[in-house]
């Protein structure tokens, strides 16, 4: 099967996934340590520009929370990799999880 007739495929499934889910409803896609990713049918809403009709959304959140990020667009996922992939940002991650390490020691005076 080539890579053209799996996107069709790919399509179909989420199309099928759009017409029969419930607004709001979330189907796990993967999961990465704390981090899940979900599809999430998103509801029908109106902007000032018009009408949005009902659309599937990637849903990026942690395992122990409920709000996350609603990623509509691949723009918008690549837009986010890079910006967490970057040097900088893994580095103030990284010396973050380090700073919170040394501050969760309680230590009792005896």
Wanted: hydrophobic share 40%; aromatic share 4%.
């Amino acid at each position: 099967m080539g890579e053209v007739e799996e996107v069709k495929q790919l399509i179909e499934k989420l199309e099928n996934l759009l017409n029969t889910m419930k607004e709001w409803e979330r189907k796990p896609v993967i999961e990465v340590g704390n981090a899940i990713v979900e599809i999430v049918k998103l509801p029908k809403r109106e902007t000032k520009k018009g009408v949005e009709p009902e659309r599937l959304s990637i849903h990026l959140r942690l395992k122990d929370s409920f709000r996350g990020i609603f990623i509509e667009s691949f723009e918008e996922l690549d837009d986010i990799v890079k910006a967490l992939s970057n040097k900088k940002v893994i580095e103030i991650a990284k010396a973050i999880d380090e700073l919170n390490k040394k501050r969760s020691v309680v230590e009792y005076e005896l």
